[in-house]
């Protein structure tokens, strides 16, 4: 079974930077997407960004695209998200995700894997 574990979280002012973190375990990432997702309290799950690990694809949410990127790390099997010109809409719990599928998807159903999730606050 896969194993993720996101870091990075906190606590920054609007227009600040964060970079998250979600480090895989447990296998290698043969035919898997790894996406990014976001839960406001009383509100769903929404997709923020995906990357394709066999083509290096990349997929944004308009609402993040052109201060989000997705990026990667193949020695730490590892998946980041830098965040920047952070905004209060921005706040939410993180989640990254994989999916067992060479297929992109931005529906957190398709994903098989999750983890834990990481805090971010954006105070304005």
């Known amino acids: 079974q896969v194993q993720l574990v996101e870091s990075g979280g906190g606590l920054v002012q609007a227009g600040g930077s964060l970079r998250l973190s979600c480090a895989a375990s447990?296998?290698?990432?043969?035919?898997?997407?790894m996406g990014w997702f976001r839960q406001a309290p009383g509100k769903e799950r929404e997709f923020v960004a995906a990357h394709n690990w066999i083509n290096s694809n990349t997929y944004y949410a308009d609402s993040v695209k052109g201060r989000f990127t997705i990026s990667r790390d193949n020695a730490k099997n590892t998946v980041y998200l830098q965040m920047n010109s952070l905004k209060p809409e921005d706040t939410a719990v993180y989640y990254c995700?994989?999916?067992?599928?060479?297929?992109?998807?931005?529906?957190?159903?398709?994903?098989?894997?999750w983890g834990q999730g990481t805090q971010v606050t954006v105070s304005s």
């Open positions: 447990g296998r290698t990432f043969v035919s898997y997407i």
């Open positions: 995700a994989a999916r067992n599928n060479l297929y992109y998807s931005s529906l957190p159903a398709a994903y098989e894997y």
